[in-house]
């Protein structure tokens, strides 16, 4: 897993939890089925089986892979529309491609994260580059929908793309784990993402054996989900594995602890933190478009099919056959 690391003991560290903090207890645990996304990648859907009341202001969440593609095999969506929410691509492993109607683009590689406001309507592209399509090879990431609010939902359109090397780097207090934040504050310590509706977004690498209970805000809903290996989550160490969500109640701190001995496949324990602060108004959803209304969706629709949501560039990037 060749997302940023760094050596904990020479990182800022988390302050140790102080007397009247609590530790958020989990509410509700679900574990992601699998599926296929755009042209027949796998997927892990990560917020199967949790309340959209529970996910706000998050919509959905895929687990692209872990994968490891033989010559030929990687595979990406080819252009397709969005409206009315953003999308935040996390690249742990191999490369994407993006491009959109709207001029954004770039290439996402390990570490890095792509965030595109759709707002008032985008199309776009995510496909693997030639070279990865030709010699194959591992693939791993994660895509978060984030709702935006019905005053930002024909917001201009938006493209952030932030490399591995400016995400904010903390270790726990003892040094066990690293945290990668990569948007809202976490104990002080602030992500380089920017988005219309706060939200935190960290990943988290504790070794086996190691704990730490990271300050969440109050105000936002706390989700976990794990990426890989295995631990505990929460003040009665509900146990948790590779491809399980953990959805929490309220409180001041999220405990996670890692497993003394992990598999093979992943030797420490990786966890997603994700929370923000609910939006807590109607949604409804349509394929790619999230909107207040079915009225909304309708003309989301019509729009797409009208040509007024963008049009694919002259220049447009395609997806590579091999």
């Known amino acids: 897993m060749p997302a940023v690391t760094a050596d904990t003991v020479r990182l800022p560290r988390l302050a140790e939890p102080v007397l009247g903090e609590v530790d958020r207890p989990v509410r509700r645990m679900t574990t992601a089925p699998t599926g296929l996304e755009g042209e027949g990648f796998p997927v892990r859907r990560a917020f199967a089986g949790a309340r959209l009341a529970e996910l706000d202001p998050f919509i959905h969440m895929d687990e692209m892979g872990a994968v490891d593609y033989g010559p030929g095999e990687p595979k990406g969506t080819p252009w397709h529309p969005h409206r009315g929410f953003e999308t935040v691509t996390y690249m742990i492993d191999g490369t994407f491609q993006h491009q959109d109607s709207h001029g954004g683009g770039g290439l996402i590689a390990d570490g890095a994260t792509q965030w595109m406001t759709a707002g008032a309507g985008i199309l776009h592209i995510e496909t693997p580059p030639e070279e990865l399509v030709v010699s194959g090879g591992l693939f791993h990431g994660v895509q978060l929908w984030v709702n935006l609010p019905a005053k930002d939902k024909f917001s201009p359109p938006r493209y952030q793309n932030l490399e591995g090397g ?34 935190s977004v960290v990943h988290a690498t504790l070794t086996p054996g190691a704990a730490v209970h990271v300050p969440w805000n109050p105000e936002f809903n706390a ?10 989550v929460g003040p009665d160490a509900t146990a948790i594995r590779a491809g399980q969500l953990a959805v929490f109640g ?25 929370g923000g602060r609910p939006i807590r108004e109607h949604v409804e959803v349509y394929g790619p478009f999230v909107m207040n209304t079915r009225a909304e969706l309708r003309q989301a629709v019509e729009d797409y099919q009208a040509g007024r949501l963008g049009v694919i560039p002259a220049n447009a990037l395609m997806p590579h056959r091999a």
Request: glycine share 18%; charged share 15%; net charge negative.
């Open 166 to 199: 400016q995400v904010c780097l903390v270790s726990s207090p003892d040094g066990g784990a690293l945290l990668r934040v990569i948007a809202g504050d976490t104990g002080g310590h602030r992500g380089p993402g920017a988005t219309h509706t706060p939200i």
């Open 223 to 232: 989700l976990a989900y794990v990426l890989g290996g295995r631990g505990t």
């Open 250 to 274: 309220t409180g001041d701190l999220l405990g996670v602890t890692a497993d003394d001995r992990q598999d093979a496949s992943s030797p420490n324990l990786e966890v997603l933190l994700l």
